[in-house]
Antibody, heavy 117, light 110 residues
Framework: QVQLVESGGGVVQPGGSLRVSCAAS????????MHWVRQAPGKGLEWVAL????????YYADSVKGRFTISRDNSKNTLYLQMNSLRAEDTAVYYC??????????WGQGTLVTVSS | QSALTQPASVSGSPGQSITISCSGS?????????VSWYQQHPGKAPKLMIY???NRPSGVSNRFSGSKSGNTASLTISGLQAEDEADYYC??????????FGTGTKVTVL
């Protein structure tokens, strides 16, 4: 069965950096593009980034462009999100997600990132 | 990349039908048939309910249906049940090769 397990969340100071990871299993990871989606506490979903199956194409929301970098290691079946210059408004649960064409059919359980001094 | 506009809340009695709207623009909903809908219960990850405007994934009740007209997509839940009480989000592919979610709608079963 498809499993997506995020890790690496925690508390970080404003201006700091953090890398979250997503370990994928139960499907051929290297055949799929992958998303990061976030949800601030008590707020709605926000799409963050997308990476193509081979890592050659990357797309970002305007709110994170230039600060966040999505990457993947297909040999390790792992997706990453490197977050730099973090702001209070980046506080959220970060989900990794597998696409079904232009939708998302599998989501991880999420990892909480808190930006606070 | 403005969020798609949804009503903050919609309610209905058991057995009734409700419709949630999702308003976008010609850069997203109006141009692409790539609108999807998600159900999210408190503390849980979202669940895909509708993809490509009107397609239901395997296992999703046929009480859920989707449609689109111009820049507005809609999700209809017929025969409303207590278990349908949740937050619902629409999403669309955009002309920037990115994705955008709706503002979210809380469905209450009276």
């Amino acid at each position: 069965q498809v499993q997506l397990v995020e890790s690496g969340g925690g508390v970080v100071q404003p201006g700091g950096s953090l890398r979250v990871s997503c370990a994928a299993s139960g499907f051929t990871f290297s055949n799929y593009a992958m998303h990061w989606v976030r949800q601030a506490p008590g707020k709605g979903l926000e799409w963050v980034a997308l990476i193509s199956y081979d890592g050659s194409n990357k797309y970002y929301a305007d709110s994170v462009k230039g600060r966040f970098t999505i990457s993947r290691d297909n040999s390790k079946n792992t997706l990453y999100l490197q977050m730099n210059s973090l702001r209070a408004e980046d506080t959220a649960v970060y989900y990794c997600a597998r696409p079904k064409d232009a939708a998302i059919d599998y989501w991880g359980q999420g990892t909480l990132v808190t930006v606070s001094s | 990349q403005s969020a798609l506009t949804q009503p903050a809340s919609v309610s209905g009695s058991p057995g009734q039908s409700i419709t949630i709207s999702c308003s976008g623009s010609s850069s997203d909903v109006g141009t692409y048939n790539y609108v999807s809908w998600y159900q999210q219960h408190p503390g849980k990850a979202p669940k895909l309910m509708i993809y490509d405007v009107s397609n239901r994934p395997s296992g999703v009740s046929n009480r859920f249906s989707g449609s689109k007209s111009g820049n507005t997509a809609s999700l209809t839940i017929s025969g409303l049940q207590a278990e349908d009480e949740a937050d619902y989000y629409c999403s669309s592919y955009t002309s920037s090769s990115t994705y955008v979610f709706g503002t979210g709608t809380k469905v209450t079963v009276l």
